[in-house]
């Protein structure tokens, strides 16, 4: 015992991992680095728009079939009958057992990429509207799909120690936050099977390499898109008694909007209205027929999302009746169902298990219980609108951390997510991933 106690430490000082992570992973993550590098470095060279990810999916699937994988391309329904679904879905067989969805989303943004790496994308390309545009993975989702694909080779190679089915996910469209609807509609469960869990992760834009982060319970928001178009009686500027003017009307219904925030819901209960965008009027002098505006409703709980959204509704036309319009020119409201994006909700039982696992493979400093955002991200479908299957989505660290010392000690923030600077540090958080994520599929389906 007294030898023990001693030689544990010290062996954990050898490989300089904590004293009971699995070698096996580490070895098979540090082995497959290398080439996951180069696919991370031609995925940043040549990104793809949301519902354009063509040339993605196909190395997705042709890696998912290299694999072993039975391999279905090409998936996925969207409401917009021109989207293509590049959804890419493959089954790694194993006997029975467990069934566990991994999922990579694919997509890049229409952004400008400065960042100067020597593989910086100069990609150019056409949007929905036709419009020449320039982009970028400026939300790191080719990090993940590198380490998505390193979790798909460590599994094949893992084989004699785990046993189920192992739903490999390649999605598009996230950025849209309509990709995991796409592929549930297209019948991700009833052609390939309800997963007993889900899990995903996503890098962190202020968080070190070397690091996860996980939050127990919801993590991202509700988000809701809302049109209002307040609706006037146009006229000339200098006789305002003979209009309807949509501006003052807007002007109240903005701050009347911030009283559901702050006077009608539990303060207890998080959610922010933001009018994004409001456009109006064209000269000094005119009163306008109409206003229009677009806000982002964000909430974690589906009954606060329903008071928020049918009080923006009453306070929009009750501003107005208060303002004298008449009942035919009353606010238009408009939620856009299909850019609806649902709380994504950790599961605690199965974040606690993972916890336990993540702390033990990576060291426990390296696990980091991190708070909630008013964020969004789609992966939130994949455990229903129940949560009846337990799900969690991680963080995982992608900046060095001496530029978090320095940006601490300048206060100049470090570039966010979808910001033209932005760049993870591609290898240690493809190590990190690869090793966290192929760490938690081995703990559910574990023999
Ligand atoms: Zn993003
Ligand atoms: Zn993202």
New binding site residues.
Partial sequence: MCGMKFLLPALALLFAVPVFADTNVDQLAEGELPSLLSIYKDLHAHPELSTQEEQTSALVAKELRAAGCEVTDHFGKYDNPNYKGYGVIGLMKNGSGPTVLVRTDMDA?PVEEETGLPYASKVTTKNDEGREVHVMH??G?DVHVASFLGVVRAMQRLKDRWHGTIIFVGQPA??LGSGARALLKAGLYSRFGKPDFALGFHDKADMQTGHIGVTEGYTYANVDSVNITVRGVGGHGAYPHKTKDPIVLSAEIINALQTIISREKNPLDPAVITVGSIHGGTKHNIIPDEVKMQLTVRSYKADVRDHLLSAIDRIAKGCAVAAGFPPERAPIVEVLKNEFTPATYNNPELTKRLVAVWKKQLGDENVELVDPTMGGEDFSEYSLPDHSIPAVDFHVGAVDPAKIAESNKTGTPLPS??SSKFAPEPEPTIRTAVRAMTTAVLELMKK
């Fill in positions: 943004l400026a939300c989702h996230e950025e997510l979808h």
